[in-house]
């Protein structure tokens, strides 16, 4: 008798799933993260900040993992990709801590105040919601890779 591995059965690296189908797309995004987070840390990485490698180097890593996950749909490499993800909050969180420059709530403030008034208070700033964009991505990708997404 074989079960199926939506049954708890052997795991198959054939087939294609949801969870898998957004797993290689979270890849693409992370390129894409990569490339753009490159381009708007340049002028910080010419002055020697190592801070703003953090995202790029972990866009990196993740568009590798998310694809070498994505050919080997393996529960292994999927719980090692669901820690990277979660990992990726943390980035996402020290980002946003770091273009608030310690201050969050006024950051917010100034992202609300872009609503109503022209020019904005905080232009030439770095964008203070951007960072989070890895809190969501991580957040859908520990999702995508959990045993209960498995099973749904």
Do not use: N
Request: with cysteine; charged share 10%; hydrophobic share 50%.
């Amino acid at each position: 008798m074989t079960t199926s591995p939506r049954q708890g059965g052997a795991e198959s690296s054939g087939g294609f799933s949801l969870t898998r189908g957004i797993v290689l797309l979270l890849a693409g995004a992370f390129l894409l993260l990569m490339l753009d987070v490159r381009e708007e840390h340049l002028e910080p990485i010419k002055h020697g900040y190592l801070f703003p490698w953090i995202p790029i180097i972990y866009s990196g890593i993740m568009f590798i993992c998310c694809l070498a996950t994505f050919f080997r749909w393996r529960r292994p490499m999927r719980h090692m990709l669901m820690v990277l993800f979660v990992v990726g909050i943390g980035v996402g969180l020290l980002g946003f801590w770091f273009h608030t420059h310690g201050d969050p709530l006024r950051a917010i403030r100034f992202a609300v105040q872009a609503w109503r008034s022209i020019p904005l208070p905080h232009y030439g700033q770095p964008p203070t919601l951007a960072p989070l964009s890895f809190v969501g991505l991580g957040l859908i990708g520990a999702l995508s890779c959990s045993d209960w997404a498995q099973k749904h």
